[in-house]
T-cell receptor, first 112, second 113 residues
Framework: NAGVTQTPKFQVLKTGQSMTLQCAQD?????MSWYRQDPGMGLRLIHY???????DQGEVPNGYNVSRSTTEDFPLRLLSAAPSQTSVYFC???????????FGSGTRLTVV | GQQLNQSPQSMFIQEGEDVSMNCTSS?????WLWYKQDPGEGPVLLIA?????ELTSNGRLTAQFGITRKDSFLNISASIPSDVGIYFC?????????????FGKGTRLHILP
């Protein structure tokens, strides 16, 4: 049972490049979310999904897109990377609302 | 929007001491969660609270869901070196329109040798 798997673990992008952060879970969880973690800022919600085909914005959605075509996968797309998007990104999933998320080990992204 | 105020931001304690940290909100939550994050890892769920007034333990950890539903605290008894890390509170208000989990900024726990 792999849990929540995030790829890549590390990534360096140039300003303006686009990329997709991958997230997959094998626990049949309906709820999935993306957070970014910056020093002193805690975890801030980017986008979340309550099931396949359903997504919604969190606190800091600008510059990011998501889609949820399957229960297992919830990719996060950076449309045009900016230095302000340098951060650690965490994907998380939960079986149902309020149960508490299981987190992946994170993707460390640097935009130069 | 909803905000969580977590305090203290950091703590320096001696091994064996008890630890207390808390989280307050301007909004009411239905669920309070406490997580711990080790360096280079994602947060791991420690305790989940679902009912106002609820007191729940997990080994040396005890957490309570405040009566007003706007606060929660976490206590760690007899701290040990592996307790070092960042502790996050999180709150969730599940409605038909909003199912988000909001996190505090964390309490960083240091244990002095």
């Amino acid at each position: 049972n792999a849990g929540v798997t995030q790829t890549p673990k590390f990534q360096v992008l140039k300003t303006g490049q686009s990329m997709t952060l991958q997230c997959a879970q094998d626990m049949n969880h309906e709820y999935m979310s993306w957070y970014r973690q910056d020093p002193g800022m805690g975890l801030r919600l980017i986008h979340y999904s309550v099931g396949a085909g359903i997504t919604d914005q969190g606190e800091v959605p600008n510059g990011y897109n998501v889609s949820r075509s399957t229960t297992e996968d919830f990719p996060l797309r950076l449309l045009s990377a900016a230095p302000s998007q340098t951060s650690v990104y965490f994907c998380a999933s939960s079986y149902f609302s309020g149960f508490g998320y299981t987190f992946g080990s994170g993707t460390r992204l640097t935009v130069v | 929007g909803q905000q969580l105020n977590q305090s203290p931001q950091s703590m320096f304690i001696q091994e064996g001491e008890d630890v207390s940290m808390n989280c307050t909100s301007s909004s009411i939550f239905n669920t309070w969660l406490w997580y711990k994050q080790d360096p280079g890892e994602g947060p791991v769920l420690l305790i989940a609270l679902y009912k106002a007034g609820e007191l729940t333990s997990n080994g040396r950890l005890t957490a309570q869901f405040g009566i007003t539903r706007k606060d929660s605290f976490l206590n760690i008894s007899a701290s040990i070196p592996s307790d070092v890390g960042i502790y996050f509170c999180a709150g969730q208000l599940s409605t038909n329109r909003d199912d988000k989990i909001i996190f505090g900024k964390g309490t960083r726990l240091h244990i002095l040798p």
